[in-house]
């Protein structure tokens, strides 16, 4: 990649887009507390830890396609403790999930009555750093019944929750999500508010809640937007993640998040905080984050004897330039 | 329903458990046996690394002479305590009712995230009424998790003692494959058989093909059913050592 040439661009509007360079970002690392890596290839993983990614949190949500029955449920909490967090350590970044059942199935009563007992056996797993992604989407009556079934389970679980906020009527959903976690007795402080934009930002970090933001292409923020928002209201409760998924989405835009900001003047503090601190700090309230595992992509119980799951395990890199695939 | 003095067993993993946890860990751990309140059997097999850590555990030298009585071909060293811990909760499962014990024990592989299939996994040999997890153990095996598949192959006396020909010539396969140490495999040269070695040698005659090598190990096990004579021309025709 090019990496003289990039700034040059930096004041000039209207011409072609810079490319991302990664060296900008070089010896920074960043936590993406909201990434769907289920949705993603192995590319992914490998360009994510390439540009410095360490940690991520998958939220357990809508796979694009319903679930029919219990078991598909159980399949994937399973995969997002089991299969995804090998995967990812395979690429030296170190998973977590939370784990919920989002607020389009929730429409699905019979089966979210089922969900919600089999949740139980998911939430105190090693590495499940809150319950997530839950709230609301189209507002309905069995999303509210099930939000609050779940702000239940995470006060008596001790869970940091994280907070789904609609794409319509987002403003006042954000507000609903906020009152009814107080309402069921959580502190602001354990929840995060996420999918925020210029509009809701304001109150939910008046009220005490962690503001997370989704750079996602298109739908949700932009990153230059983000950068202006950093500006006006600072790094204090505020996050960033990709959530990206199954859509048009970007699995860096934390890292180049943080190219842009550092161009833009902001504070190397503030950046670490917005695209790797609070997010620990948030999530680390569930007791299940331990940031000595980030850097060896090994914890503990996996290294015994010499062994490892990187031998035999860790992905051997291939050279894409050549056109001989050996 | 058990092959083994499961009191002795039982008592041996307490010891091991107590020298390594502070002693209400161990008090605590003696509560949570009732499988029969699945819920909180459940909770107690999840949330065990919350109690126990996850250091790595000492073994004393006749703890591990003992245990090799009680459970010939198990080792529990370089184990950690959270591990230790969950295959001791699932001895202490109520047996009594083999469809309500085999149940309780699939849920939680189902379930499982990598740790604690890894415990499951290590305590299959322990389990009661072993012909029951056959399939599992089978299952466990086509599984691409690094350490799930070193918990069957490493030190697991159960493979060798109830795996089908076919699904141990699979176990060997993978471990292959996957580039495992074939060594600390239990029962390696006594479940060798025919079919396998004619399967190595394919292996080693497609690895050839693609300019690539085998593990040593593959002839020596080869070559306890074909003769020295047909081993020596494959090296030869495919440039392997
Ligand atoms: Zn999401």
Redesign the interface.
């Known amino acids: 990649m090019c990496c003289s040439h990039s700034f040059e661009n930096e004041h000039q509007p209207g011409t072609v887009p810079e490319v991302f360079d990664i060296s900008a970002v070089k010896g920074m690392k960043f936590f993406d507390p909201h990434v769907h890596m289920t949705s993603r290839t192995t590319d992914d993983y490998q360009a994510m830890a390439d540009a410095g990614v360490v940690a991520l949190i998958e939220p357990a949500f809508w796979l694009g396609q319903p679930r029919t029955g219990l078991d598909s449920f159980?399949d994937y909490?399973?995969s997002l403790?089991?299969?995804e967090?090998?995967r990812s350590s395979q690429f030296g970044i170190k998973h977590y999930c939370t784990i919920g059942l989002n607020s389009r199935e929730a429409n699905n009563e019979a089966l979210a009555e089922q969900v919600m007992e089999l949740l139980?056996?998911?939430i105190?797993?090693?590495?499940v750093v809150g319950i997530g992604e839950i709230g609301f989407d189209d507002q309905t009556a069995a999303e509210d019944k099930y939000y609050r079934l779940q702000l239940d389970l995470a006060r008596e679980a001790a869970l940091p929750v994280q907070v789904h906020t609609p794409h319509r009527d987002k403003k006042r959903g954000t507000q609903r999500s906020m009152d009814i976690a107080i309402e069921h007795g959580l502190a602001p402080y354990s929840v995060i508010i996420d999918h925020n934009n210029e509009e809701t930002v304001k109150e939910v970090l008046d009220r005490g809640f962690w503001a997370a933001f989704t750079i996602y292409p298109f739908t949700k923020m932009g990153n230059q937007r983000m950068v202006e928002i950093v500006k006006q209201y600072g790094s204090e409760r505020i996050m960033i993640n990709s959530a990206a998924d199954w859509g048009i989405s970007d699995p860096l835009a934390v890292p180049k998040t943080a190219a842009l900001m550092q161009q833009q003047g902001i504070s190397a503090q503030d950046i670490e905080l917005v695209t790797y601190r609070n997010a620990i700090t948030a999530f680390a309230q569930s007791?299940q984050i331990d940031e000595t595992e980030f850097t060896s992509t090994i914890?503990?119980?996996?290294k015994?004897?010499g062994?490892s799951?990187l031998?035999?395990?860790q992905q051997p890199r291939i050279d894409k330039s050549s056109i001989i695939i050996s | 329903m058990y092959t083994y003095d499961i009191h002795a067993l039982n008592q041996l993993l307490g010891s091991i458990i107590q020298d390594n946890t502070p002693p209400d860990v161990f008090a605590w751990l003696m509560k949570q046996g009732n499988s029969n309140d699945t819920?909180a059997f459940?909770?107690a097999f999840?949330?065990m690394?919350?109690k126990t850590g996850?250091?790595?555990i000492s073994v004393k030298p006749e703890q591990i002479t003992q245990l090799n009585v009680t459970r010939p071909n198990l080792s529990v060293?370089?184990?950690?305590a959270?591990?230790l811990g969950r295959v001791f909760l699932l001895t202490l499962a109520d047996t009594t009712d083999k469809n309500r014990y085999v149940k309780v024990v699939e849920n939680l592989f189902?379930?499982?995230?990598?740790?604690?299939?890894?415990a499951l996994y290590s305590a299959l040999p322990l389990l009661a009424y072993p012909d029951c997890w056959v399939m599992r153990c089978a299952e466990g095996i086509r599984s691409?998790?690094?350490?799930v598949l070193?918990a069957i192959m490493y030190h697991n006396p159960y493979p060798a003692e109830q795996l089908s020909t076919d699904a141990w010539n699979q176990l060997v396969m993978k471990a292959i494959f996957?580039?495992?140490?074939l060594e600390l495999i239990v029962g390696l040269h006594e479940r060798n058989n025919a079919e396998l070695a004619r399967m190595l040698l394919d292996h080693a005659r497609e690895r050839g093909a693609a300019g690539r090598d085998v593990t040593r190990e593959l002839w020596n096990l080869a070559g306890q059913f074909e003769g020295a004579g047909v081993i020596n021309n494959l090296k030869q025709e495919y440039q392997l050592n």
Not at chain 1, 299 to 302: N, R
């Open positions: 159980r909490y399973s403790v089991g299969w967090r090998f139980p056996l998911f105190y797993k090693e590495g007791g914890d503990q119980s996996s015994f004897a062994n799951i031998r035999g395990g | 819920a459940n909770a999840v949330m690394p919350r996850k250091a790595v060293e370089g184990w950690t959270d591990r189902l379930a499982g995230e990598m740790n604690e299939l890894v691409n998790i690094a350490n070193e996957t580039e495992k140490h």
